[in-house]
């Protein structure tokens, strides 16, 4: 269900803009992310994801993205350690208004190691991922973008029975922010870089 969501959403904003309008110039964009603890259960993960953008006029830019991550625990208790790679691809859209604001939909079906627990787990599901956006958005001389925002993952439904799982598999977690109840919220921040190819 969540794979032929995010593709639905991917296919439907291709086809609208392709037919709509010419290409205006192409970009690289790149993202990071990196998550760690510390003590006798070590974790963490490492992200890069990179998309190639076409621009249409000056406020939208859409295309493809692919996504690596690496995961890792320590378990210095026990001795163990494990590590997982995480990979896929989607597609993006990003609208920018006046230089200072984007929002847009980050849409990829991904390799999770996660079990519906969220733990490590032994065998890796395709997960989609559908994260809305937005925040700041600033071009620098025409030469780079800088984007720094906060993305829902609208396909990220949390266990509200188990306020400790932090979703049923997602490769996007762990999540930083927990409501009230203490139930986890799939949310992410993100800071991308923007660079004109033509």
């Known amino acids: 269900m969540m794979k032929r969501i995010s593709l639905s959403i991917i296919v439907s904003a291709m086809t609208f803009f392709s037919f709509g309008q010419g290409v205006d110039g192409t970009e ?18 490492f992200g ?36 997982r ?4 691809g989607g597609a993006f859209i990003h609208g920018r208004f006046n230089n200072v604001l984007f929002a847009g939909i ?18 890796p599901k395709w997960v989609g991922t559908c994260l809305l956006g937005a925040g700041f958005s600033r071009e620098f001389d025409n030469e780079l973008r800088l984007n720094a925002g906060v993305y829902y993952d609208i396909l990220d439904i949390p266990n509200p029975s188990n306020p400790d799982n ?12 927990r409501n009230s109840q203490g ?14 190819l033509t």
């Open 106 to 123: 980050e849409a990829e079906i991904l390799r999770s190691p996660y079990t519906v627990n969220g733990f490590l787990g032994n065998n």
């Open 183 to 196: 139930v986890v919220i799939p949310m992410i921040y993100r800071i991308a870089l923007f660079i004109p």
């Open 166 to 177: 932090p979703n049923p598999n997602s490769p996007l977690q762990p999540y930083l922010s």
């Open 28 to 45: 690289l964009g790149i993202d990071m992310s990196f998550y760690a603890t510390t003590g006798q259960v070590a974790s963490g993960n």
């Open 85 to 88: 790679n995480i990979f896929g």
């Open 48 to 83: 890069l994801g990179a998309k190639y953008g076409l621009k249409f006029g000056d406020n939208i830019i859409l295309g493809p993205s692919v996504r690596y991550q690496r995961a890792w625990t320590n378990n210095k208790l026990l001795g163990t350690k494990g590590g």
